[in-house]
């Protein structure tokens, strides 16, 4: 393998990962067509989707255990409400599976970009409110910036619950993964606050990247060497990502995720248009 | 330790394991001495989520949070299921 094209893999791993451990994305939409449009540069033949998912997966578990560690050591991170919305992403992942038979691929990418640019505006219109302290809250999240604690209940778990399903149903069917419409869930819906909802996001996506990298993995469609400098690369963005976190209060976070967001679904139009 | 304690250092020490030998066989990979060491280091970073939710699921029960620990356990049957839907 061409030594430029890992170590190009490992700077768009590094930045990957600040930015996946910073939002609590995965990062594999900046990841995959990297892959395959740099790839194409240096490899005979290029890199296939598959390989560039599959390579892409594993980095996405670099970014998430590595900032997760930094979260949970922080009193960031909510475990259990990973724990119980994952179940309802894992779900939709699964029926995502079954129906992409029968759903057209513009459809699924229409669906996903209305989605993000309707959770990025309210984001928008509504970023100077973050979640404020409930006394009786089930949960206590610690502010880094602030070096306060918030308690915080769940609000609409069922409704949550559902829509993280739908969230996983539309990541399974578009491949990008699910962390940006989650942590809106999380946030606007069930009352979690941004901060919280961010690194609680990134826990979650490292759980779902398992079940489809292991697969891709022991089936040795994984490229060892390109995978190794991308998860590096996301491993080491991840550590300075998760520490640049404290400097942002909840609304800078949800602004900047907003403006995220946006740049995302443009993304999304040009990969529906082929431009990239 | 509480449940987030035991699972953040279960997972600071399997990724950092999996790290330094996805390095090493990194180096022995460039070296044209085999694939091995650089596989099995991806295989334990690739396996370490889940390690991390074993771990949350046994602190759990330690805590006698059972509520937690059965939606953890319900997790980890589903994501096999999921798996084994994929796979198949």
Redesign the interface.
């Known amino acids: 393998m061409d030594p430029t094209f890992l170590i190009i893999m490992l700077l768009i791993g590094l930045g990957a990962g600040i930015l996946g451990s910073l939002f609590g994305i995965g990062g594999g939409l900046f990841i995959v067509p990297a892959l395959t449009l740099i790839g194409e540069l240096f490899i005979d033949g290029g890199i296939s989707a598959k390989q560039a998912a599959a390579i892409s997966l ?1 980095s996405i ?2 970014t ?3 900032s ?2 930094f979260y ?2 922080h ?1 960031v ?1 909510n ?2 409400l990973g ?2 919305l ?2 309802s992403t ?2 939709g ?2 029926a995502g ?2 129906l992409s038979g029968y759903l057209e691929d513009w459809l699924v990418m229409t669906i996903f970009i209305v989605v993000i640019i309707a959770s990025a505006t309210r984001m928008m219109l509504n970023r100077k409110k973050d979640i404020q302290d409930d006394e009786g809250g089930e949960f206590t999240y610690h502010d880094i910036k602030t070096g306060k604690d918030t308690r915080y209940s769940l609000k609409n778990k069922p409704l949550g619950f559902v829509t993280c399903s739908a969230a996983g149903i539309i990541s399974s069917l578009s491949g990008v993964g699910g962390g940006l419409i989650k942590v809106p869930i999380m946030n606007m819906m069930m009352g979690v606050p941004m901060k919280a909802a961010t690194a609680t996001s990134s826990y979650m996506i ?2 779902t ?7 891709y ?1 022991l089936g040795g469609q ?1 490229l ?2 390109v ?3 991308t ?2 690369g996301t ?1 080491i963005g991840a550590v300075i990502g998760s520490r640049i976190s404290r400097i942002f209060d909840g609304s800078s976070m949800k602004r900047y995720f907003s403006i995220l967001l946006f740049i995302i679904a443009g993304l999304m139009i040009l990969r529906v248009g082929g431009v990239l | 330790m509480s449940a987030e304690r035991n699972t953040s250092l279960t997972l600071k020490y399997s990724l950092v394991i999996g790290m330094a030998v996805v390095i090493a066989g990194l180096v022995v990979y460039l070296m044209d001495m085999g694939d091995e060491i650089l596989w099995t280091g991806l295989l334990f970073v690739i396996i370490s989520p889940l390690i991390g939710v074993a771990v949350t699921t046994v602190s759990l029960w330690i805590e006698k949070d059972y509520k937690w620990m059965y939606v953890a356990l319900v997790l980890i049957a589903i994501s096999v299921v999921g798996i084994l839907v994929k796979y198949l």
């Open positions: 594993v578990i670099a998430s255990v590595g997760t560690v949970l050591d009193k991170s475990i259990r724990l119980l994952e179940i894992v779900i992942a699964v599976a079954v490292g759980i990247a398992f079940s489809g990298a292991i697969i993995f994984v060892l060497d995978a190794a400098f998860t590096i491993f």
